[in-house]
């Protein structure tokens, strides 16, 4: 049986993750050591509780009138959600087809994961982080060469629509001239929504 | 606003949507609780599950549930008001999973059935009817709500004469209850606590839940935490037990259980070495 450990559920969630009224399901486990990782607890692979898709779909289920009122649903996020494969598809078939399944990613996974869940998601929320290769490898601890292939096939693949990328001002890596240019090369590459926005370090 | 009052306020909306658009009755009582919520309470649950169930009961008589993309145009517009409150954080924070605070605790709601129901506020506004639902010996459990059912349509039926059908058909109602006592209980949960529980936590938790007319727990969502593991060790070992579900005794003897919402007070003392 197929299952996840998944270290926070949100629910209520209005403006954050996409669309309608949806549920944030953080998934345990990442590629990427982000300097400011709000959830660096996710780095341990014992962290978090386990579930399986019907036992997350028993427990997100109780907001299905509000996801169904307000095209909202799932934002799989973490953790990278798209380590998560059979995990999502299996939760897709037991939530069916009206909630909005959306993926939080840096899609810094390999290509094989993000075509085969690909069907099953309506949406995508991209942290890309920073497009310079330096100041991604300075602050996630591994470089972008995947993210850009990633991100692109799913440009020519989806709707600029349903693909929002967030662009953060990141404290001593990154400057505001970075991230105009980075916003500059994925408005060439077919991004059309931007979420830019400051870390705010505590 | 507060942000989690705000919350509040756009989902009960989209309540009021989705009962206005089924032709469901549905009286919000307004909120009196003074401090902020994280936008939902054990109140606004229980809304929520009578919505559900009064779209099935239309089902079930084979009209259509009008609920698909009903408040998509109402949450837009909220969510201009909500993208202004401010966020310690901007990128996306992963909260604890329970509800946190002093949430409103009210005896004798009434949430109504499946088959027939009326308007739960009504109820609180009549003591002669509230009375009749007493339950006696009750310490650290409290009723919150429950859901009945009768034997007549009760939407047209004036308040006395339900109030009469009750009392003449009425021995006694029952509280829910752990069926070997709540000191039993409380050392199941002590005795089932994981090896990881912290020692150190300690204080005061209170733990809402529905027990369901079969015994089963259902809704589990710790309003009162004490910290976060230790919160969700104990939501977990709630969902172990089964109860003793809430009985209505008619006059003839028999017994009928029904669902009740209630909230257990538990308190964590501080080990001393």
């Known amino acids: ?202 | 606003m507060a942000k989690g009052k705000q919350t509040c306020k756009i989902l009960k909306e989209i309540r009021k949507q989705i009962a206005a658009e089924n032709d469901i009755k549905l009286v919000i009582e307004e909120c009196t609780y003074q401090g902020d919520c994280r936008g939902t309470c054990p109140k606004c649950e229980a809304e929520v599950r009578y919505l559900e169930r009064e779209l099935e009961r239309r089902q079930r008589k084979g009209k259509a549930a009008v609920v698909a993309g009903l408040s998509v145009g109402l949450l837009g517009a909220s969510q201009v008001a909500l993208a202004q409150q401010p966020d310690t954080i901007t990128s996306p924070n992963y909260p604890e999973r329970s509800l946190r605070g002093e949430v409103p605790i009210m005896m004798g709601k009434v949430a109504f059935s499946p088959f027939y129901h009326f308007e739960p506020m009504e109820l609180l506004a009549k003591p002669e009817l509230v009375d009749l639902f007493s339950f006696p010996d009750l310490k650290d459990l409290s009723i919150v709500g429950f859901d009945l059912e009768f034997p007549f349509d009760v939407t047209s039926s004036d308040i006395t004469s339900l109030t009469d059908y009750i009392k003449e058909n009425t021995k006694g109602f029952y509280a829910p209850n752990y069926p070997y006592g709540e000191s039993s209980m409380l050392e199941f949960i002590s005795q089932n606590l994981g090896k990881n529980a912290d020692g150190n936590a300690y204080g005061d938790m209170e733990v809402a839940f529905t027990v369901e007319p079969n015994g089963k727990l259902s809704h589990i969502d710790i309003i009162k935490g004490v910290n976060e593991q230790l919160d969700a060790q104990v939501a977990a070992l709630f969902k172990f037990m089964e109860w003793k579900p809430a009985l209505w005794e008619l006059n003839s003897g028999e017994k009928i259980p029904f669902a009740c919402q209630c909230v257990q007070k538990l308190h964590f003392p501080m080990i001393t070495h």
Not at chain 1, 76 to 94: A, M, N, S, W
Not at chain 1, 158 to 164: A, G, L, S, T, V
């Open chain 1, 1 to 202: 049986m197929v299952k996840a450990r998944v270290i926070g559920i949100s629910r209520h969630r209005l403006t954050t993750d996409g669309d309608g009224v949806t549920t944030l399901v953080a998934f345990n486990g990442c590629p990427l050591r982000c300097k400011y990782c709000l959830n660096s607890h996710c780095w341990d692979p014992e962290s978090g509780k386990e579930y399986t898709p019907e036992t997350l779909y028993e427990e997100t289920k109780i907001d299905q009138l509000y996801f169904l009122a307000t095209h909202g649903g799932v934002t799989f996020g973490g953790g990278e959600p798209l380590l998560q494969v059979d995990f999502i598809k299996e939760f897709r078939e037991r939530c069916g087809t009206q909630w909005q399944l959306v993926a939080e990613s840096s899609l810094n996974v390999s290509f094989e994961n993000l075509k085969t869940l690909d069907p099953v998601l309506d949406g995508y929320i991209v942290d890309i982080k920073d497009m310079n290769p330096e100041i991604y490898q300075a602050y996630t601890g591994k470089d972008n060469v995947v993210v850009l292939k990633n991100l692109e096939w799913l440009l020519q693949h989806r709707d600029p629509n349903c693909i929002m990328v967030r662009v953060p001002h990141i404290p001593d890596f990154n400057t505001d001239e970075d991230v105009a240019n980075s916003m500059e090369r994925l408005k060439g590459m077919g991004v059309t929504k931007f979420d830019e926005f400051k870390y705010i370090i505590r």
